[in-house]
């Protein structure tokens, strides 16, 4: 029995069929196979560089989350995947590539972590913006009440922007995607913190409760005590003048 084939060209961290046997039969076809797990390929050249690359990855994404934890939003399922993918560095760094095969896997642990840290990370920063929006959409229904039209139609082109982006983010969140909002996230921050702003000094103004309706009243009433002078002038001028008109 003469058996014969060729190595499999693959990339590092593909899967590859290393052995298949197949029976074939005097009429050509096959009578029995035999095909062996696959198995991963690993360079230990290549180690090094992947554990940096993984620890950049848990550095930069730890430093997104120390964000997001000064806007008060909630990271904990971040924080549980994180503290998952350093525990799988660790033990890859441990392994080295004296047992190239464990290492690499507990790479690809980190990996999978990581993953999820980044899917946890994008729905916290999604719930966030959205509470954000809405909470100045009533701001923005308060100070068109109050009058303050002018911040009112500002923050509303604000806030339908940040809506916009959000929407799109939402989609691919909802398709499998892990998008970054940190942008949006501190853009609905500060369109919030605007809104408080505009709110508290409309709620302290003693004009509040008039608003743009005072500019109006005033108009009105210079109108009317014009009229009336001229009136007055008038028939004083005639000579005539009485309680009754």
């Not at 499999?8 to 052995?19: A, C, D, F, R």
């Not at 009429?27 to 360079?43: A, C, F, M, R």
């Amino acid at each position: 029995i003469a058996l014969s084939g060729l190595i499999p060209e693959s990339l590092k961290g593909q899967s590859v069929t290393i052995l298949k046997i197949e029976q074939i039969g005097s009429g050509g076809s096959v009578e029995s196979s035999y095909t062996s797990p696959v198995q991963k390929v690993y360079n230990p050249d290549d180690f090094t560089g992947m554990l940096a690359a993984t620890q950049e990855q848990i550095t930069s994404l730890e430093s997104r989350v120390a964000g997001y934890t000064s806007y008060g939003v909630d990271v904990s399922s971040v924080v549980t995947n994180l503290e998952s993918a350093k525990t799988s560095l660790a033990a890859a760094k441990s392994a080295g590539t004296a047992d190239i095969s464990v290492a690499s896997k507990k790479l690809e642990a980190a990996t999978t972590s990581l993953t999820a840290a980044e899917k946890a990370l994008s729905l916290a920063g999604l719930n966030k913006i959205k509470a954000n929006t809405d909470a100045v959409d009533l701001i923005i229904t308060e100070l068109y009440g109050k009058g303050w039209d002018t911040e009112a139609k500002l923050l509303a082109t604000t806030n339908q922007g940040i809506k916009n982006t959000y929407d799109v983010a939402a989609i691919s969140y909802n398709t499998g995607g892990s998008p970054n909002v940190d942008e949006t996230l501190k853009a609905s921050e500060q369109a919030l913190a605007d809104g408080t702003a505009y709110q508290e000094s409309a709620s302290a103004s003693p004009l509040a409760a008039v608003g743009s309706v005072l500019p109006i009243v005033i108009v009105i009433v210079v109108s009317v005590l014009v009229v009336v002078g001229a009136i007055i002038f008038i028939r004083r001028r005639r000579g005539g003048w009485d309680e009754l008109g």
